[in-house]
T-cell receptor, first 116, second 114 residues
């Protein structure tokens, strides 16, 4: 069965520090998709990135970068030079192309606090 | 502005009452979803719909009901059979519900049952 584990429940960093949020997934499908969402205090989930299982290239978008490693079933998210506005709960999620399971399965999230 | 709206943002109800949460989207998406979020938990799927007049149960459908009479609307009713309805409810939509689809979320409704 598909499963997403975010082992870090809460992380606190001082502004300008780099921080990595871990995501480990389980799936039997060879075709699947991984997502990261940000949930600021307002509550709405904001889409950050989608990655398919055939594309292991790392991606960088401004201060955000993602490291996808199929060998370790991980899809980690790094924020460089963190800012107070990065404080939020971050969710990793997985969907499988062929299993017919629940469309999107979420991890329990990591609460990031960036302190000025 | 295209997006997903949920109303109301906060909702209070007495125990034993049914309550309906609204979700509307103008993104022309075929698929819509309802999730429940409890403190410190991830999102759990309640119901989803990939086409008008059709919907499927998610992981925690007991005590909830939905309808999909229009493409733009996917209201969720929390019935008195739901044992612990106090939670944050999020609605989402995606183009057609395939695994590759990105889901976009509304602002959520926080339901408190007194």
């Amino acid at each position: 069965a598909q499963k997403v584990t975010q082992a870090q429940t809460e992380i606190s960093v001082v502004e300008k520090e780099d921080v990595t949020l871990d995501c480990v997934y389980e799936t039997r499908d060879t075709t699947y998709y991984l997502f990261w969402y940000k949930q600021p205090p307002s509550g709405e989930l904001v889409f950050l990135i989608r990655r398919n299982s055939f594309d292991e290239q790392n991606e960088i978008s401004g201060r955000y970068s993602w490291n996808f490693q199929k060998s370790t079933s991980s899809f980690n998210f790094t924020i460089t030079a963190s800012q107070v506005v990065d404080s939020a709960v971050y969710f990793c999620a997985l969907s499988e192309a062929y299993s017919g399971n629940t469309p999107l399965v979420f991890g329990k999230g990591t609460r990031l606090s960036v302190i000025a | 502005d295209g997006g997903i709206t949920q109303s109301p943002k906060y909702l209070f109800r007495k125990e034993g009452q049914n309550v309906t949460l609204s979700c509307e989207q103008n993104l022309n998406h075929d698929a819509m979803y309802w999730y429940r979020q409890d403190p410190g938990q991830g999102l759990r799927l309640i119901y989803y719909s990939q086409i008008v007049n059709d919907f499927q149960k998610g992981d925690i459908a007991e005590g909830y009901s939905v309808s999909r009479e229009k493409k733009e609307s996917f209201p969720l009713t929390v019935t008195s059979a739901q044992k612990n309805p106090t939670a944050f409810y999020l609605c989402a939509s995606s183009i057609d519900g395939r695994a590759a689809d990105t889901q976009y979320f509304g602002p959520g409704t926080r339901l408190t049952v007194l």
